[in-house]
């Protein structure tokens, strides 16, 4: 397959690349459209990042994705779109915000080595792959059995990474949803592999960095409740089960195009992408906390036993008698608790371990930008705390929300939480 602009894949006589949003399109209303486009303007004065191309970019990726789903899913063995998104498996933000923050590393990465079509066919490989995440992710919720799930994941991991894969035959509503998701990550993998020998050295890091996703995925399973007795613990969480953090596998896309524009990547350029790799990693691991927190409500409402109160049991600020509790009452009793806040101040400490990797990979590389990584990754962290300030509406929330885009030095991280440095 070619890339997105050479090939003309997702065009069509009606196709409107340039086309805006609907307004009252999902997670798109006014005041989101406003900041996000703030945001890209504050990243303006970077040379990877210019105010409107950068806006450019995420309406075509936008396009490309939509376009996609909703002409180009089996009929015969897929859920079609839009019964996707009216069954909300799907939803429309899903390939909104996944575009958006696609810019914020694709971007920087890929801008100074490669054309524009390179560029976008990056964009919108990421685009499909966290939308294919999302999509299974509810269903794995909602419709699927822990078996089930764990079957889907494995399939998952061969759309996303091997030669030759073919959609199974379904017949049941289940099965054709998670047909749906395998032919997105198959369109993930067609992009990325397209002009990459499978033996370059970012197709292998590509690779096993989505065999310890899948694996990460699969362990986060166990986050069930069970007899009120705690499938992990924190330690277990910081170490193995965040490794569900898409942060690996959403750079290594980046950077399976940045060898194919490069054609081969030197000795200090690889070096340089192994660190903003690592940083990746745990800027997105912190954001998978943000998340915890933000969907706490909802996680004890489905049984799922999160980092929330994982580390209010290791703290001591509960016990296990309190997981039999209803869960309305278990979520006052964790809030009262300050495990919140503490919840928070470790996904700050996960987050901040990887301002030190970009350092290092900008005295590395000319190619890539890393000031704008930087940026980026704190317009992901105020992206991903968010949906807690939305929830909490506080002072406190609103606080912790707005210091994303200030110094590290402002973070402020207790002694008791700086102690479980040593799992990160």
């Avoid at 958006?100 to 801008?111: E, F, G, M």
């Amino acid at each position: 397959m070619g890339s997105v602009l050479e090939t003309g894949m997702f065009a069509s006589p009606g196709y409107r690349p340039f086309q805006a949003a609907s307004e009252n399109s999902e997670g798109t209303n006014a005041l989101y459209r406003i900041t996000a486009a703030t945001l890209l303007l504050c990243m303006n004065r970077f040379r990877s990042t210019k105010f409107p191309a950068s806006t450019l970019y995420i309406k075509k990726t936008i396009e490309a994705v939509r376009h996609r789903l909703e002409s180009y899913l089996d009929k015969a063995r897929c859920l079609p779109a839009d019964e996707l998104l009216a069954h909300r498996l799907l939803k429309k933000k899903h390939y909104y915000y996944g575009a958006y923050l696609a810019a914020l590393t694709s971007l920087p990465i890929l801008s100074s080595a490669g054309s524009q079509s390179i560029v976008l066919s990056s964009m919108v490989a990421k685009t499909f792959a966290i939308t294919s995440i999302k999509v299974l992710d509810n269903i794995h919720d909602r419709l699927s059995s822990k078996q089930e799930a764990v079957k889907s994941q494995r399939r998952h991991l061969k759309a996303f990474t091997e030669e030759s894969f073919d959609l199974t035959c379904q017949e049941s509503f289940l099965g054709k949803a998670e047909n749906s998701c395998m032919s997105m990550a198959r369109w993930t993998y067609e992009l990325v592999a397209d002009g990459l020998n499978r033996e370059a050295e970012t197709s292998r890091i590509y690779s096993r960095d989505f065999a310890d996703y899948i694996d990460g995925q699969i362990g986060s399973l166990d986050e069930k409740i069970e007899g009120a007795s705690p499938a992990t613990t924190i330690q277990d969480y910081i170490r193995r089960v965040n490794e569900k953090s898409v942060g690996r596998i959403w750079i290594d896309i980046d950077f399976c195009f940045l060898e194919k524009a490069l054609g081969r990547l030197e000795p200090a350029e690889l070096q340089a992408v192994l660190n903003v790799r690592m940083a990746a990693d745990y800027f997105f691991k912190g954001c998978n906390l943000y998340d915890d927190v933000a969907d706490l409500e909802e996680d004890l409402n489905l049984g799922i036993f999160s980092s929330v109160p994982l580390l209010a049991l290791d703290r001591g600020l509960i016990d296990e008698s309190d997981l039999k509790r209803d869960s309305h009452e278990l979520l006052r009793i964790l809030k009262q608790s300050g495990a919140v806040d503490e919840v928070v101040e470790l996904a700050d400490l996960i987050f901040l371990q990887g301002m030190k990797p970009l350092e290092e990979a900008k005295e590395l590389n000319e190619v890539m930008d890393i000031d704008a990584i930087v940026f980026g990754a704190r317009i992901l962290r105020m992206f991903a705390i968010r949906k807690w300030l939305i929830h909490e509406r506080s002072l406190n929330s609103l606080c912790r929300t707005v210091i994303s885009l200030s110094s590290p030095r402002m973070y402020h991280i207790s002694d008791p939480i700086l102690a479980y440095s040593r799992y990160i």
